[in-house]
């Protein structure tokens, strides 16, 4: 409590104690009790804002105490992280280098043998050589007997030309390999072609093809994937190889083609490229048709006949625009096709021109080009189309060439077969 006496200092000057007095007295006292109050306010005010200067420098403490937790644990499982990483990049790179060193020797391995071979070749010419030149500045009582010697020597070394791969085209599921002679005198008795899939586990080459041709289709390769080919030759009356060439790595982006499962009166392989007529009970004469028009064209489709059965003028094998269902057989609009007896129908007409029939070993060949990209004439519309392909039919030794007009531009074609009694049995690639 403040005393009177400073309170009246606080005024300026002392009442004076008369008439007044009691008054006065009483505004005295409510201004006492006013800032009684208001100190009592202030005391309490700062009070509470001590507290809550305790408190903020309380959750000060914690927000730096939780902070430095954190700090630390993120370090420390940084840390980790950084350590584990580190682990798993250096497993990782291990791993990719000895793939890599697999399949760096994989692919020099058959070049070391193909070198080896041919140093063991160069050694053997070596030697012949020398025998050769030492035969002939022998004196006459040994020339014969060194002569013959070396002729005999000479025909067990292998001294012909040594082929070589020269294109890999790809193809539907399948690789044209190509093969070319060094030395176009070198008569080959045969040629030999081996493959095999590149890479780690890839395996050893195996034979695609022997014989006198330069060139071979291997049939049943996975698309984007890289294979292995390599040739050899002998020359006539040879019973040794030659070295093999370098190898060469080919490979096919081309889904291989397969018939449609599922259609009645036909069997198929496990690879769907070969079809079985099996039943021909019905009284309908179905049309097999390709799984997808996989056929374009630039392309050469070739159906290779395995199998024969009892031949009927409806059988066909060809190209279409549609797998339309209904058909008796592939003779029929938007269609060109080969009978089994060499009749050739175009959009379902018979052409003047016919090849050789088709029998067990046949194989029919089909290529296409476009002529033009707009719409002909009105003039031909009649003839059944405004879109013009230029067919090229083979089988046996002949073939037939024609302009086929379609309905609608089209890049790609669907083929099929149909056969009205079993035994029929056909390969497509």
Same mark, same amino acid.
């Given at each position: 409590?403040?005393?009177?006496?400073?309170?009246?200092?606080?005024?300026?000057?002392?009442?004076?104690?008369?008439?007044?007095?009691?008054?006065?007295?009483?505004?005295?006292?409510?201004?006492?009790?006013?800032?009684?109050?208001?100190?009592?306010?202030?005391?309490?005010?700062?009070?509470?804002?001590?507290?809550?200067?305790?408190?903020?420098?309380?959750?000060?403490?914690?927000?730096?105490?939780?902070?430095?937790?954190?700090?630390?644990? $993120?370090?420390?499982?940084?840390?980790?992280?950084?350590?584990?990483?580190?682990?798993?990049?250096?497993?990782?790179?291990?791993?990719?280098?000895?793939?890599?060193?697999?399949?760096?020797?994989?692919?020099?391995?058959?070049?070391?043998?193909?070198?080896?071979?041919?140093?063991?070749?160069?050694?053997?010419?070596?030697?012949? $050589?020398?025998?050769?030149?030492?035969?002939?500045?022998?004196?006459?009582?040994?020339?014969?007997?060194?002569?013959?010697?070396?002729?005999?020597?000479?025909?067990?070394?292998?001294?012909?030309?040594?082929?070589?791969?020269?294109?890999?085209?790809?193809?539907?599921?399948?690789?044209?390999?190509?093969?070319?002679? /060094?030395?176009?005198?070198?008569?080959?008795?045969?040629?030999?072609?081996?493959?095999?899939?590149?890479?780690?586990?890839?395996?050893?080459?195996?034979?695609?093809?022997?014989?006198?041709?330069?060139?071979?289709?291997?049939?049943?390769?996975?698309?984007?994937?890289?294979?292995?080919?390599?040739?050899?030759?002998?020359?006539?009356?040879?019973?040794?190889?030659?070295?093999?060439?370098?190898?060469?790595?080919?490979?096919?982006?081309?889904?291989?083609?397969?018939?449609?499962?599922?259609?009645?009166?036909?069997?198929?392989?496990?690879?769907?490229?070969?079809?079985?007529?099996?039943?021909?009970?019905?009284?309908?004469?179905?049309?097999?048709?390709?799984?997808?028009?996989?056929?374009?064209?630039?392309?050469?489709?070739?159906?290779?006949?395995?199998?024969?059965?009892?031949?009927?003028?409806?059988?066909?094998?060809?190209?279409?625009?549609?797998?339309?269902?209904?058909?008796?057989?592939?003779?029929?609009?938007?269609?060109?096709?080969?009978?089994?007896?060499?009749? /050739?129908?175009?959009?379902?007409?018979?052409?003047?021109?016919?090849?050789?029939?088709?029998?067990?070993?046949?194989?029919?060949?089909?290529?296409?080009?476009?002529?033009? $990209?707009?719409?002909?004439?009105?003039?031909?519309?009649?003839?059944?189309?405004?879109?013009?392909?230029?067919?090229?039919?083979?089988?046996?030794?002949?073939?037939?060439?024609?302009?086929?007009?379609?309905?609608?531009?089209?890049?790609?074609?669907?083929?099929?077969?149909?056969?009205?009694?079993?035994?029929?049995?056909?390969?497509?690639?």
């Amino acid at each position: 409590m403040i005393p009177m006496e400073a309170l009246q200092e606080c005024v300026g000057e002392k009442l004076p104690l008369d008439e007044r007095g009691g008054r006065m007295s009483v505004e005295v006292d409510l201004l006492l009790q006013e800032a009684k109050e208001s100190i009592e306010a202030a005391q309490n005010y700062r009070s509470e804002l001590q507290q809550r200067l305790n408190g903020l420098n309380q959750a000060r403490k914690q927000v730096r105490g939780s902070s430095g937790q954190a700090r630390e644990a $993120l370090r420390r499982h940084f840390t980790e992280l950084q350590a584990a990483a580190g682990r798993l990049l250096t497993e990782r790179l291990a791993t990719l280098l000895a793939e890599v060193d697999a399949i760096e020797a994989d692919s020099v391995k058959p070049l070391d043998d193909c070198q080896s071979l041919i140093e063991h070749g160069v050694s053997q010419a070596d030697e012949l $050589l020398k025998e050769g030149e030492a035969a002939l500045r022998c004196g006459l009582g040994e020339k014969e007997d060194k002569l013959g010697s070396f002729t005999k020597k000479a025909m067990h070394i292998h001294l012909d030309s040594l082929p070589e791969i020269d294109e890999l085209q790809e193809r539907p599921g399948s690789v044209l390999a190509r093969w070319c002679k /060094v030395d176009e005198d070198f008569a080959a008795a045969d040629y030999r072609l081996q493959y095999r899939r590149s890479g780690s586990g890839g395996g050893q080459f195996e034979d695609a093809y022997i014989g006198r041709d330069c060139e071979f289709l291997v049939l049943h390769l996975d698309p984007h994937t890289d294979y292995q080919f390599r040739v050899c030759a002998r020359g006539e009356g040879r019973t040794e190889w030659s070295p093999w060439s370098i190898p060469q790595t080919g490979y096919t982006t081309l889904a291989p083609h397969e018939w449609c499962p599922g259609t009645e009166g036909y069997i198929l392989s496990s690879r769907k490229n070969i079809a079985l007529r099996n039943d021909s009970s019905q009284a309908r004469y179905p049309i097999l048709y390709s799984n997808a028009p996989t056929y374009f064209c630039g392309q050469t489709l070739t159906f290779k006949i395995s199998a024969a059965g009892q031949v009927d003028r409806r059988d066909s094998v060809g190209v279409c625009v549609d797998s339309r269902k209904g058909a008796e057989s592939l003779q029929r609009d938007q269609a060109v096709c080969i009978s089994t007896n060499g009749a /050739v129908f175009v959009n379902g007409k018979e052409m003047t021109n016919q090849l050789p029939a088709v029998t067990v070993g046949s194989a029919v060949t089909f290529d296409m080009e476009v002529v033009n $990209l707009f719409p002909v004439s009105n003039n031909n519309l009649s003839e059944g189309g405004n879109f013009k392909l230029r067919v090229t039919i083979g089988s046996g030794n002949r073939e037939v060439v024609f302009d086929w007009l379609v309905d609608q531009a089209v890049d790609c074609l669907f083929f099929g077969c149909s056969f009205v009694h079993s035994g029929w049995k056909v390969l497509v690639f």
